[in-house]
């Protein structure tokens, strides 16, 4: 089984508002990963976590933050967020961080900034 | 230079024809290349993996790696009008985490 799972798969939210986007995967696997994907461009990295431990942050805001609860589980806490925010967020998630191993990714969930 | 350099099209080709989806990329100790299918609003999709020189073969579809040119591409037989989609080129950076990076993708059309 690779499936990677998202949700909510859609999500309005206002610029005060406090939401929490989730993902889980059940393959063992010990790296995950947060994208985002506006129209017409490719996949941007935001984090990634190795073995439930932040190893990349790649410049992303602070009105984002991620969390790693346990190895299958990866939350993305959004809050005070701006409307050029809105987009497509992936998670996905691969065996380790390290080498030749393939991604595989989450059905994303559609976010609308008002 | 790009990273990774695809074509963003959109390449369109009859139905049964072959389409030729092209990738390059600058990193020349890369290890690692995918290619990933996505329609639009929906997710990236894995079709291919290659991690040697040649040819790799997956039904319809073949992935063609040459590190000594830098360059990666992935054949899609018999095309069909499903086969419509944006297709994503991914490299593994020597070094470091071996975070992939993402082409910006090729529209590929396929008409009846």
């Known amino acids: 089984d690779t499936e990677v799972t998202q949700t909510p798969k859609h999500l309005v939210m206002g610029m005060t508002n406090k939401k929490s986007l989730k993902c889980e995967q059940h393959m063992g696997h010990r790296a995950m990963y947060w994208y985002k994907q506006k129209a017409k461009k490719p996949p941007e990295l935001m984090f990634v976590?190795?073995?439930?431990?932040?190893?990349i942050n790649e410049s992303v805001p602070s009105r984002f933050s991620p969390e790693c609860p346990n190895s299958s589980l990866l939350n993305l806490h959004l809050h005070a967020l701006q409307p050029e925010d809105s987009a497509l967020y992936l998670c996905?998630?691969?065996?380790?961080?390290?080498?030749?191993?393939?991604?595989?990714f989450g059905p994303g969930t559609r976010l609308l900034v008002l | 230079q790009k990273e990774v350099e695809q074509n963003s099209g959109p390449l369109s080709v009859p139905e049964g024809a072959i389409a030729s989806l092209n990738c390059t990329y600058s990193d020349r100790g890369s290890q690692s290349f995918f290619w990933y299918r996505q329609y639009s609003g929906k997710s990236p999709e894995l079709i291919m993996s290659i991690y040697s020189n040649g040819d790799k073969e997956d039904g319809r579809f073949t992935a063609q790696l040459n590190k000594a040119s830098q360059y990666v591409s992935l054949l899609i037989r018999d095309s069909q009008p499903s086969d419509s989609a944006t297709y994503l080129c991914a490299v593994n950076k020597s070094g470091g985490s071996y975070i992939p990076t993402f082409g910006r993708g090729t529209s590929l059309i396929v008409h009846p």
């Open positions: 996905a998630s691969s065996q380790d961080s390290r080498g030749v191993e393939t991604q595989y």
């Open positions: 976590y190795s073995y439930e431990k932040l190893s």
